[in-house]
């Protein structure tokens, strides 16, 4: 007896003297925590699969169609004029674009192939460019950008922090100090072209990333200058092929806005463009483009969203035609348990 009741005792917990019996971790009971809440358990039949393929599909295929439309209405033109920028007797090409005593003016001639209703946009494209890359992106200090008493916080700005003389830069870091510095200027009919500039980059990173008192100090005074220079009398906030240029790409082809030609161009029309090829694509075998471009209600042209509509749009009505076929040739009834497997009769008997 005395053996069963120390037992029972310490399986009670209550033989330590009348110490406190430890507090039970399981948790506290809710619908929730056990799953109990009330859900939607809908029986899939053939009828409501079939059903939902078919709107799916319905739905689907009109907004494909009416993308790719939307698409095919944008007229571009597009220039590749890195390697047409170079004199033919060159052979060097990186020592041609690295040597500041030789000019690089370039002109080149474009051909509207339609009507272009305006505004229209102006692009650079690089190809083969990397901006997403760690190191590159890293490069960077938003504090130093957006507050005039932080200039001389220069971190991760690395290799560009200061200049020779040991003065903090402004912008710091290699993504300011590789901005695109390309020019265009454009005529038509021996009329130029201008280009507005302005409300090419986004509204929040004008009035948030970039200080209104923040100026460009020190910047581009080193033996290697990697892009454009900066006024240095004109506030980040204004200079807005930088804040374009720093809100970096995702893959290593992109498109940066320019700026936008507000006249309508016919067809047939020939645009003359005077271009000074300064950017440096040679060293790292990339490529530039010059894109003239119309929008839509889509935007620019892309055929993808309208090919991916019509191909999940198509696949839906390619499984709802297969499911119905398969519903009528060899119809099944609704938990049937002939189906499961310990009800079938073994194979050959």
């Not at 005395?2 to 039970?24: I, L």
């Amino acid at each position: 007896m005395n053996s069963s009741g120390g037992a029972g005792s310490s399986a009670g917990g209550s033989g330590d003297g009348g110490a406190p019996r430890r507090a039970s971790r399981k948790p506290k009971y809710s619908k929730f925590t056990q799953q109990e809440l009330p859900a939607c358990k809908p029986i899939l039949t053939p009828k409501w699969v079939i059903s939902v393929f078919v709107l799916v599909g319905v739905i689907f295929v009109p907004i494909g169609v009416a993308a790719l439309l939307a698409s095919h209405q944008v007229v571009e033109i597009v220039d590749r004029y890195d390697d047409e920028c170079v004199p033919s007797n060159v052979t060097d090409k990186l020592a041609y674009i690295q040597n500041d005593r030789i000019p690089k003016i370039c002109e080149r001639t474009l051909t509207v192939p339609k009507d272009m209703k305006q505004p229209i946009f102006v692009y650079y494209q690089l190809n083969n460019f990397y901006q997403n890359h760690r190191r590159y992106v890293k490069s960077r200090n938003d504090a130093q950008l957006r507050d005039a008493s932080k200039a001389n916080v220069t971190d991760f700005c690395d290799p560009e922090r200061a200049g020779s003389d040991g003065k903090a830069i402004v912008p710091c870091g290699l993504i300011a100090w590789s901005t695109f510095n390309d020019t265009y200027i454009f005529k038509h009919n021996s009329n130029n072209l201008s280009v507005d500039k302005k409300d090419i980059s986004w509204k929040s990173d004008r009035d948030h990333k970039f200080g209104k008192d923040v100026f460009p100090k020190n910047f581009q005074q080193g033996p290697l200058k990697g892009g454009k220079s900066l006024d240095p009398n004109v506030p980040l906030s204004e200079q807005e092929d930088l804040i374009v240029w720093m809100r970096t790409a995702a893959l290593p082809t992109f498109r940066k806005l320019y700026g936008r030609i507000y006249v309508d161009l016919k067809e047939n029309d020939t645009i003359t463009v005077t271009l000074e090829n300064n950017y440096n694509t040679y060293s790292f075998g990339g490529k530039k483009k010059l894109v003239l471009s119309t929008s839509t209600w889509l935007g620019g042209k892309n055929d993808f969203l309208g090919l991916a509509y019509l191909t999940v749009g198509g696949l839906c009505f390619f499984l709802a035609f297969a499911f119905t076929l398969l519903y009528l040739i060899k119809p099944r009834k609704l938990g049937d348990n002939n189906y499961l497997s310990w009800n079938k009769s073994p194979a050959g008997h």
